[in-house]
């Protein structure tokens, strides 16, 4: 048993962080974030047994881990403020920059139902069970998510860089 959950655990990391970045916009305290909630997981006494149920435990928490260091922030989530030399970028790492900026703009619930279902692959019912609201809750909540993330990205100043051949 103890070799299938760190296995499980395993598996899950790249996700975790993925979903802990999103959250918190911060490469560096995500990291951090997942190692504490790995070393809460593989220290717990009762461990779901299943994968689907293991795996949202798991993201559960995460999550809650998430909304505890974003409430003691006490302040909106951070954007990178290093410098960015635009020439080097092609229009690839353009849309993904814009994403991220997109994401960071967004409150913290939209961002949090679109790392769910859009980056963390989530379905709608395993959504809805995972933060214990109706499915319907969670439609309406990331049509309205993605439709926040739409506008941030519309207004986002990055633009492709124009050159001699385009």
Do not use: C
Not at 39 to 59: G, S
Request: glycine letters at 4%; hydrophobic letters at 45%; aromatic letters at 6%.
């Amino acid at each position: 048993m103890a070799r299938d959950l760190h296995d499980g655990l395993m598996a899950l990391l790249p996700r975790l962080y993925a979903f802990a970045r999103t959250m918190l916009g911060d490469a560096d305290a995500a990291r951090d974030l997942v190692q504490e909630a790995a070393t809460r997981a593989l220290a717990a006494r009762r461990v779901p047994d299943d994968q689907p149920a293991y795996r949202a435990w798991m993201f559960r928490i995460v999550r809650n881990a998430a909304l505890d260091e974003i409430r003691r922030r006490q302040r909106p989530i951070p954007e990178d403020s290093g410098t960015v030399d635009l020439w080097a970028f092609d229009a690839a790492h353009i849309a993904k920059i814009t994403v991220e900026q997109g994401l960071s703009s967004l409150a913290p619930v939209h961002r949090e139902i679109i790392s769910l279902i859009d980056i963390a692959g989530f379905s709608y019912g395993e959504t809805a069970e995972l933060l214990q609201v109706p499915i319907g809750t969670i439609m309406s909540r990331i049509a309205r998510a993605r439709s926040a993330l739409l506008a941030a990205i519309e207004n986002s100043s990055l633009r492709p860089l124009k050159t001699k051949h385009g």
